[in-house]
């Protein structure tokens, strides 16, 4: 059986990645473009994928929804979708991708109770697929097998077995440690800078902690760009936590320390666009006054 025609919201850049990696494949994909900027179209027109002007054409003609946009917007998007699919006798897919909590997951899924539409769980872990390199796409639900048919193409599948809420677990915890990390490392440098020991730390990470130190190098100037979609990511993973009874104020906070990024002077640079040429530490030294508390 061949799955035919892929719809995705929204041509990001994973998004406009796994669109593209499908394209080129041989499927067809498509997206809405209403309200999105610039880059989304640009990458969307680049990637070759197919747009239409409302949400309601675009499930007419797919087979399978892909949602994957940052968390805060998931459920207002599975709405739409779910509020057409009750008045529509047309079955679909539909991958629920973003980094939101296992127990929003099963609430988004409950929208499609009483419909044609075919639920799957789903968490990506990894950097948008290149030619190089695909991101893991860990799904779980009783309907996976409606996706496999793509395994390989854009990203690596790992089934997680008939449980929604496995794979956006999975999510949860990977990213609970890779940024939550990132900003705890970058929490520990505005606190070093007001203490005005910036460079002594650094100093010394780099001496003692090699790895973290080369990781605060390397992913500390690019935070900023991804903060904005980040903070409502820390606030997913403190409710899985508090859900399941594990401390949730890191999170809490790092959500706090991605805010920070976010409105900060950089806070208005895009993947596209950020300044490759600005060190850890200059990000540090200029994301605020030292007396702003976060």
């Known amino acids: ?52 002007e409302t949400i309601e054409e675009l499930i007419e003609n797919l087979d399978i929804f892909m949602s994957i946009l940052p968390p805060a917007n998931a459920v207002s998007l599975a709405q739409k979708v779910a509020q057409f699919a009750k008045t529509s006798n047309h079955s679909f897919t539909y991958l629920e991708a973003n980094a939101v909590s296992p127990e929003k997951t099963k609430q988004i899924a409950k929208l499609f109770k009483g419909t044609q539409v075919k639920f799957i769980d789903g968490g990506i872990i990894g950097l948008p697929p290149n030619a190089k390199t695909k991101p893991k796409l860990y799904i779980s639900g009783p309907a996976c097998q409606f996706l496999i048919e793509t395994n390989g193409i854009a990203y690596d599948i790992k089934e997680l077995g008939p449980s929604i809420g496995k794979a956006s677990g999975m999510k949860m915890v990977y990213a609970s440690v890779t940024k939550g990390l990132n900003a705890l ?32 190098l390397k992913n500390t100037p690019r935070l900023p760009s991804d903060a904005a979609r980040w903070a409502p990511e820390m606030i997913e993973i403190a409710e899985t936590f508090n859900k399941v009874d594990v401390e949730d104020h890191f999170h809490n906070a790092a959500s706090r320390i991605m ?34 508390k976060f």
Request: proline share 2%; no cysteine.
């Open 1 to 52: 059986m061949s799955l035919g025609t892929i719809g995705i919201i929204s041509a990001g850049e994973m998004g406009a990645a796994i669109g593209k990696s499908l394209i080129s494949s041989g499927y067809l994909v498509s997206t809405v473009l209403e309200g999105r900027g610039i880059e989304t179209r640009k990458r969307a027109q680049v990637s070759n994928i197919q747009t239409f």
């Open 259 to 292: 805010d920070l990024l976010a409105k900060s002077p950089f806070g208005k640079e895009t993947r596209s666009n950020r300044d490759m040429n600005r060190t850890a530490i200059e990000t540090i030294k200029g994301l605020e006054k030292p007396s702003h």
């Open 185 to 216: 490392l970058t929490a520990s440098f505005i606190a070093a800078n007001r203490l005005e020991l910036i460079d002594e730390l650094a100093k010394e990470l780099n001496e003692s902690q090699k790895q973290l130190f080369n990781r605060f």
